[in-house]
């Protein structure tokens, strides 16, 4: 292989004898003689890429051997470095650290998306290279001082768009690429996703605060917050997740609530940028605020807490609030809500209708979903989350542990206060963790939606990737689908279990 790579050419059969291991073999000749060719606009080829291709081979071609499709892995790579400039310094890094290798071959087997975001990207990729040898993790800090910087300089979103852009592939890739290649795990991940949303949204509207306040000759006094819900205000984000938010300013004036929704109307103008293949730059949802989809984009904290802490609000909605975090904006006006916000979901009495409503919710989610939904499904990851943030409202006045937006902290929290048995605790906790990490691997895949478990050829993939194994041919998906309804028939069992218990108390 390393002689016909340097020739560039293979004659008839060549290829298919040697890359018998692949599905096509003379496809994967096309994707390894393309890998091998420099496209540089700017310099004439030198060769260097594919003598260093050539040497590189016999590692590369059994990394990809080693993957659950190698046939779609291949050409993934081929596609992520489609349009590098400077091939022969990937290489390089490839044949000098087996790490990199893997990390690359680890991406490219797992992620047609973040495939694609490399090839659009290519610029980022030396940066990534760094902070991948050095496994330096994002942070908000940081994300937000590089937008910071892009915003400050641009006109209109339209000039930030593409930088702002570059900035989210450089960190989306290099959470992705520790995420695949084995060397984060799944609350790494989740809080590497949430750093990256959280840093992006504290630049943005600061830049649509200071847009609007240049139009209307200053803004009202008292400040707004971006409180987030869900998965980033647990910091358990996942790959093309919606951030959940509500806007609030302190402000009682109509005429502020004027000023501060214009400017969280700038924060979208700013978030969603034009059609691409990637989608919106930043899909936020604004709907769960207390006067509903078609209210104020921006609520005066004030009357916020008193609906909340009311008899009209409902239990649904203080579930919701139990993720809350502040993660933009004013930072006193932040702090002044999250411990009024404390103080208005824990110090309050619950009755058996908020267990109640808990198995209502979970019973339409459970209809509406497939079966086979890891999410919404009998035993997925709602009912964890659900039954952990209710755990929190009914005994977090007594148990301030439980005043925690995380699920993983709920849940070792509740087991503390004996709250769940040890054994509970041990097999909510891992049934916790196996899910999130298939709802990781599926979203990662190609930007789905949903974290649905498949069918055929592409369950047998997942179960290969996840490191199922077959003692016979298809065991590896039967065990890995066993291994699944196990612990989500024993997830619905303790959810069953502690709502029976928690009625009881009273």
Not at 33 to 38: F, I, P, S, T, V
Request: hydrophobic residues 45%; charged residues 25%.
């Amino acid at each position: 292989m390393q002689d016909l790579l340097l020739a560039g050419r293979a004659a008839p059969g060549q290829a298919e004898a040697l890359l018998g291991g692949f599905r096509d073999p003379a496809a994967a000749w096309r994707h390894l003689d393309a890998l091998a060719r420099e496209r540089s606009s700017f310099l004439a080829p030198s060769g260097r890429a594919r003598t260093l291709l050539a040497g590189l081979a016999p590692r590369l071609l059994a990394a990809l051997l080693r993957c659950p499709d190698p046939d779609r892995a291949l050409q993934n790579l081929e596609r992520a470095t489609s349009n590098l400039g400077a091939k022969a310094t990937v290489y390089e890094l490839m044949a000098q650290d087996p790490d990199a290798l893997g990390l690359f071959v680890s991406l490219a087997a797992g992620s047609d998306a973040l495939t694609e975001t490399l090839a659009l990207h290519p610029g980022v990729l030396d940066e990534v290279i760094d902070r991948l040898l050095t496994r330096t993790p994002s942070t908000a800090a940081e994300v937000e001082a590089e937008a910071a910087a892009i915003l400050e300089v641009a006109p209109d979103p339209g000039a930030a768009e593409g930088p702002l852009r570059e900035l989210r592939a450089l960190h989306l890739l290099l959470a992705g690429m520790l995420d695949l290649g084995g060397r984060a795990n799944v609350q790494n991940t989740g809080r590497a996703l949430a750093e990256l949303a959280e840093g992006l949204l504290r630049a943005l509207l600061a830049r649509a605060a200071r847009d609007a306040a240049r139009r209307r000759g200053g803004l009202p006094p008292g400040g707004l917050c971006l409180l987030a819900l869900g998965k980033l205000g647990a910091r358990e984000l996942a790959y093309a997740s919606d951030l959940d938010l509500i806007a609030l300013h302190a402000d009682h004036d109509p005429g502020a609530a004027e000023a501060w929704a214009e400017v969280v109307q700038g924060l979208v103008a700013w978030s969603q940028g034009a059609p691409s293949p990637e989608g919106a730059f930043l899909a936020l949802d604004l709907r769960l605020r207390p006067d509903g989809s078609k209210g104020p984009l921006s609520a005066q904290v004030e009357a916020a807490l008193a609906y909340w802490g009311g008899e009209g609000a409902r239990h649904f909605e203080r579930l919701a609030l139990q993720k809350a975090r502040v993660v933009a904006g004013d930072p006193a006006l932040g702090a002044r809500v999250e411990r009024a916000l404390a103080a208005t979901l824990y110090e309050r009495a619950y009755a058996a209708d908020l267990w109640d409503e808990v198995e209502t919710m979970r019973a339409r989610q459970v209809d509406a979903a497939a079966r086979d939904d890891l999410k919404r499904g009998p035993g997925g990851l709602s009912d964890v989350e659900l039954l952990a943030s209710a755990l929190a409202l009914r005994h977090g006045g007594a148990a301030p542990a439980l005043r925690t937006p995380s699920t993983v902290r709920l849940l070792e929290a509740a087991a503390q206060a004996r709250l769940l048995e040890p054994g509970e605790h041990r097999d909510l906790r891992t049934a916790y963790g196996l899910l999130r990490r298939l709802e990781l691997r599926l979203r990662v895949r190609a930007w789905q939606p949903r974290a649905v478990l498949p069918a055929g050829a592409a369950l047998r993939e997942l179960a290969l990737g996840l490191g199922y194994v077959d003692a016979a041919p298809g065991q590896a998906e039967r065990v890995f689908v066993q291994e699944v309804e196990f612990h989500r028939r024993r997830t619905r069992q303790v959810f069953e279990a502690v709502l029976a218990r928690e009625r009881a108390r009273g």
